[in-house]
């Protein structure tokens, strides 16, 4: 039995690195017009963000200009549509009658319509891709992200614990480096390298499953 756990936690380390060169592969692929899956993801959490910001004052999460931008669109919008094209419709017009009365709040409008715009630009980059296309390259990059950080949780734990473990683990497993120079590095004669080898598996097993 716990020789099955060992093996099964060198497998995940010998694999770290895979996971890493794959998260940061999907990251980087296209989904049109410029837009790639990780801002893609991004934005996902910003909207989640978001949703959950709308109960507090703007002034706490908004900058100073985009506090202008707000004020500016209270002040001159007549309605506040939901759909996106919509509103960027609604700005432009508000722009428009901006321009003589208040010519700062026709800049803070015009620059709001523009930010809007980027965002219909980056859905339209989606619909390119195939939307499930892009959610399921999401959901992979947060399973990965899941797995990564299962790991590094449970090699901090285990370097606030045993550092020397930690090391070794890292040293032979992630890193991919010989035995004999991870013993060398430790300071250690091949027997002790081996027996801290297990130790250092079970513990890191112990931490992956808390």
């Excluded at 770290?16 to 989904?31: F, G, S, T």
């Excluded at 930010?115 to 891709?129: D, N, T, W």
Aim: some cysteine; aromatic content about 6%.
């Amino acid at each position: 039995m716990e020789l099955n756990l060992e093996q099964d936690v060198v497998e995940q380390l010998k694999g770290y690195k895979r996971l890493v060169a794959r998260k940061k592969w999907i990251e980087k692929q296209p989904v049109g017009s410029g837009v790639t899956v990780s801002s893609v993801y991004e934005d996902d959490k910003l909207q989640e963000l978001h949703r959950q910001l709308r109960s507090m004052p703007s002034y706490m999460y908004l900058n100073k200009r985009e506090q202008q931008m707000e004020q500016a669109a209270h002040s001159h919008l007549t309605s506040y549509p939901t759909g996106t094209k919509a509103q960027m419709k609604e700005v432009k017009q508000a722009a428009l009658h901006a321009q003589s009365a208040a010519p700062e709040d026709e800049k803070l409008l015009r620059e709001l319509s523009r930010k809007i715009e980027k965002v219909i630009e980056a859905r339209a980059g989606a619909a390119a891709e195939g939307y499930e296309g892009v959610i399921n390259r999401v959901s992979e990059l947060q399973d990965l992200e899941r797995q990564l950080k299962a790991i590094d949780q449970a090699m901090e734990a285990l370097q606030s614990c045993f550092p020397e473990y930690e090391r070794l683990l890292r040293l032979r497993y992630i890193e991919g480096r010989p035995a004999e120079f991870v013993a060398s590095e430790l300071g250690i004669v091949d027997r002790t390298f081996r027996r801290w080898r297990q130790k250092a598996s079970l513990e890191l097993v112990r931490f992956l499953s808390e």
